[in-house]
C-alpha cells in the first residue's frame, strides 16, 4: 500500500505569519485532498488536487506527482487557522474510495 | 445542498455491546467510505459501500461490518465492543466509487466503550 508523511508535526506561529505544510506520498496517486480537522471533529475539505496548482484565499496548495509530494500554503495566517490538517492520498492502482492518510500537522497560530 | 449526515453524534456503550452507526451522503452521491479516528493509529479506512456493494475494505477484525441501502444511505456495525473501539467514526461520501472523485465528511459519531 501507499505511505503517507506529513512534516512538520507540529507548528506554532505569530498571527499574520506565513508557513508551509508539506506532505510526501511513496507511490503513485490517483487521488490526494487537504483537510483541516475543526476542533470538533469535523474534516473540513480544503482542496482536491492530485496534481498541479490550487488557490482559495489565503491558502493555496500545489501537487507535483512525478516527484511524490503535496505542499499546503497558509499566507497571513490567523488564530481561527489553528487545528489540524490532514493530507490524505490513494493509490493510483486503487479504484475505490479508501484514503490512506498521514498523520497530520497540529497548527497552533498564538494572537 | 445539504451535507454528509451522522447519527447519533455520541454514543456510550460497555464492552460486549454492539452499536449501529448511521451516514447519510450527499444528496447524489453513490459512494460511502467509512474510518475509524483514535490518538494511537489516526485515521484509518474501515471500507468502501458503492451500489450497495462493498468495494474495499481495510483492515480490522470482522466484528466490524457495514451495509448499504438502496438509497445510498450507509449503516456500519460493531458487534462484542472492545475498549480500543472507543473512536471517532467518519464516514464519507463521493459521487462515484471510481478514482479522481474528491469526497466530503461528515461530523463523525464520537463512541465511547466502557
Known amino acids: 500500500g501507499i505511505q503517507v508523511e506529513q512534516s512538520p508535526p507540529d507548528l506554532i506561529l505569530q498571527e499574520g505569519a506565513n508557513s508551509t505544510l508539506r506532505c510526501n506520498f511513496s507511490?503513485?496517486?490517483?487521488?490526494l485532498q487537504w483537510f483541516h480537522q475543526n476542533p470538533w471533529g469535523q474534516l473540513i475539505n480544503l482542496f482536491y488536487?492530485?496534481?498541479g496548482t490550487k488557490q482559495n484565499g489565503r491558502l493555496s496548495a500545489t501537487t507535483v506527482a512525478t516527484e511524490r509530494y503535496s505542499l499546503l500554503y497558509i499566507s497571513s495566517s490567523q488564530t481561527t487557522d489553528s487545528g489540524v490538517y490532514f493530507c490524505a492520498a490513494s493509490h493510483r492502482d486503487n479504484y475505490g474510495q479508501n484514503f490512506v492518510f498521514g498523520p497530520g500537522t497540529r497548527l497552533s497560530v498564538l494572537p | 445542498k445539504a451535507g454528509v449526515t451522522q447519527t447519533p453524534r455520541y454514543l456510550i456503550k460497555t464492552r460486549g455491546q454492539q452499536v449501529t452507526l448511521s451516514c447519510s451522503p450527499i444528496?447524489?452521491?453513490?459512494?460511502v467510505s467509512w474510518y475509524q479516528q483514535t490518538p494511537g493509529q489516526g485515521l484509518q479506512f474501515l471500507f468502501e459501500?458503492?451500489?450497495?456493494?462493498?468495494?474495499n475494505k481495510g483492515n480490522f477484525p470482522g466484528r466490524f461490518s457495514g451495509r448499504q441501502f438502496s438509497n445510498s444511505r450507509s449503516e456500519m456495525n460493531v458487534s462484542t465492543l472492545e475498549l480500543g473501539d472507543s473512536a471517532l467514526y467518519l464516514c464519507a461520501s463521493s459521487l462515484t466509487s471510481g478514482p479522481y472523485n474528491e469526497q466530503f465528511f461528515g461530523p463523525g459519531t464520537r463512541l465511547t466503550v466502557l
Open positions: 459501500y458503492f451500489s450497495e456493494t462493498q468495494r
Open positions: 488536487i492530485p496534481s
Open positions: 444528496s447524489g452521491h453513490r459512494s
Open positions: 507511490d503513485s496517486v490517483n487521488n
